[in-house]
């Protein structure tokens, strides 16, 4: 994590054992938006997970990373694909693991 990154967490994540705290934005830039901002952060070693900067770690995974930090229009189509999927999920037939389905969150069907 890069020296600034680091001092913007430590800001605002309190060193006590609070069971809620801030929100810390995995895109500290745009987090209101949907956009390949988070793949940059993670170029500048800016990745608020460790698990999240370790993509840049790997050669194939780096290069996926690198794609959609410089093709703002790539990751959008990206986007859409990977949310067409998973909304296609729920036209399969229904699996034990898909027996738990919320359309509103506070009722199961």
Excluded: W
């Amino acid at each position: 994590m890069n020296k600034t990154t680091l001092e913007r967490l430590t800001k605002i994540c309190p060193n006590d054992n609070a069971p809620f705290g801030p929100t810390a934005y995995l895109d500290a830039e745009t987090p209101q938006t949907i956009d390949n901002v988070y793949y940059k952060e993670l170029q500048l070693h800016s990745g608020v997970l460790q698990i999240d900067q370790a993509l840049t770690s790997d050669t194939d995974t780096n290069a996926v990373v690198n794609s959609l930090a410089q093709d703002s229009n790539r990751f959008n189509d990206q986007f859409v694909a990977a949310l067409i999927k998973l909304g296609n999920i729920l036209d399969t037939p229904p699996t034990t693991l898909f027996r738990n389905v919320r359309t509103l969150c506070k009722n199961v069907r």
